[in-house]
C-alpha cells in the first residue's frame, strides 16, 4: 500500500519539481481536493497556457478505458499533460486489467489525479489506487491543524497572528469547513490591506467569530470570583449587541486553554515539551498562569462542562433569556471558587 501524505508534504515535492504519475486524493474534505489538483496544475504547467493538454473530467461521464487512452498520448505541446477526474467514485471498473497494467509503467508526461470527497474505499478502483497512485490525505482538519492553517495562510500573506487569535478563528469556524474558514480568512486579509500583525479587533469582520477581548476579560473576571462584576460585564456585552453563542465561545476557549496551562504546571511538564504534548506554548501557559492565579484543573473542568450546560440551555430555548444562563455559570462557578475546590 503507497504511503499517504498531508497537503503540505504534496506542496513540498512539488515544490522540488517530484510530480507522480498518478495520484489519488481521499478525504471528505472537498476545499483539500481543490487546493491540491490545483497546486498539480501549477507544478504541471508553471502557470503557462495548458492549451489542449489539460483535461478536466468526471467519473460518471466518461469510461476508464478512454481515460487510460488519453494518459497514455503524449502531451501536444511536448511538455506534459495534467488529466483530472473528478468524481473518480462513480468510474466504472467492469475490468481492472488496463488500469493495473498502467499503473505498473504509467506514461512519464502525464499527471493523471482521481478525486473524490465519497470515494467507496470498498471499490476496485480504490483498492488498485491504494498501491499505484500517490494518496493525498483530504480528511477534515482537527482543531490544532486547522489553526496551524490559519497561521500558515496569514503568515504566506506577510501578516502575524498571535496564537490565541488563530485559535479563537478556528473555535468559531470550525464547524463550517476548511473553505468557509479560508474564504474568512481572505475577507480579514483584504480588509486590512498592509501586512501587520492581526489585532483583536480585526476579528469583528468575521463571521461566527467572538469579540475575542471581552470574551476573555469576562471569563477572567469569572475566575477571579467577583459575581457582581462579571454578572454587570455581562450585562453590558449583550445590551451592546454582543451575540451570546459568540461571546460563550470565547469564554469557552479561554477556560480549556487555562486548563493546558494548569495541566502543565500541576504535571511539571517541561517547557519544550508542552506545546507538543498540550498544544500551548511555553510563554502562553505561563501568561494563563498570571491571569488566573491559583486556580486548579478541577475548577476549571468544571467551568468547561458549565459552558456545554449554558450553550445547551441558549440554543435549546432552556433560557428565555440568554442573560440568565450565562449569569447560573457565573454564580455556579463562584460557589465552587468560594469553596476552595
Not at 474505499?121 to 489553526?147: H, I, N, W
Not at 492553517?149 to 506577510?158: C, F, H, I, S, T
Not at 500551548?280 to 473542568?301: C, Q, Y
Request: glycine share 10%; proline share 4%; hydrophobic share 40%.
Amino acid at each position: 500500500m503507497a504511503a499517504t501524505s498531508s497537503l503540505a508534504q504534496l506542496t513540498r515535492g512539488l515544490s522540488n519539481g517530484r510530480i507522480e504519475p498518478v495520484y489519488l486524493f481521499e478525504g471528505e474534505e472537498d476545499f483539500l481536493h481543490e487546493e491540491g489538483i490545483r497546486r498539480v496544475d501549477e507544478a504541471v504547467f508553471g502557470g503557462d497556457d495548458p492549451g489542449l493538454d489539460r483535461d478536466q473530467l468526471r467519473g460518471d461521464e466518461i469510461t476508464l478505458a478512454e481515460i487510460l487512452d488519453r494518459a497514455s498520448t503524449y502531451a501536444m505541446g511536448g511538455g506534459r499533460r495534467l488529466i483530472v477526474v473528478r468524481s473518480a467514485g462513480r468510474l466504472p471498473v467492469d475490468n481492472a486489467a488496463g488500469l493495473k497494467a498502467y499503473l505498473a509503467n504509467p506514461n512519464p508526461k502525464t499527471c493523471l489525479v482521481f478525486s473524490d470527497p465519497k470515494l467507496d474505499r470498498r471499490k476496485a478502483l480504490y483498492r488498485l489506487l491504494q498501491t499505484g497512485a500517490a494518496r493525498v490525505d483530504c480528511s477534515p482538519f482537527d482543531e490544532r491543524r486547522m489553526t496551524q492553517w490559519v497561521k500558515e495562510k496569514l503568515q504566506a500573506r506577510g501578516f502575524s497572528i498571535c496564537p490565541e487569535l488563530a485559535e479563537t478563528i478556528t473555535a468559531g469556524l470550525i464547524s463550517d469547513g476548511l473553505g468557509r474558514l479560508n474564504a474568512e480568512l481572505d475577507k480579514l486579509i483584504g480588509s486590512i490591506g498592509s501586512p501587520r500583525e492581526v489585532q483583536p479587533e480585526d476579528l469583528a469582520l468575521l463571521v461566527n467569530v467572538p469579540r475575542t477581548g471581552d470574551a476573555f476579560l469576562l471569563a477572567q473576571q469569572v475566575l477571579s470570583g467577583d459575581r457582581a462584576r462579571a454578572v454587570a460585564s455581562l450585562r453590558a456585552l449583550l445590551a451592546a449587541g454582543e451575540e451570546p453563542v459568540m461571546l460563550l465561545g470565547g469564554m469557552s476557549w479561554y477556560f480549556r486553554n487555562a486548563l493546558k496551562a494548569c495541566v502543565v504546571r500541576e504535571r511539571r511538564v517541561n517547557p519544550h515539551a508542552a506545546g507538543e504534548r498540550y498544544g500551548i506554548d511555553a510563554w502562553r501557559a505561563e501568561r494563563f498562569h498570571r491571569e488566573v492565579g491559583r486556580v486548579g484543573s478541577r475548577t476549571l473542568r468544571h467551568a468547561i462542562r458549565l459552558c456545554l450546560v449554558a450553550d445547551r440551555e441558549i440554543k435549546g430555548g432552556g433560557s428565555r433569556d440568554p442573560a440568565h444562563a450565562f449569569e447560573r455559570l457565573i454564580h455556579r462557578l463562584g460557589r465552587e471558587l468560594r469553596s476552595g475546590a
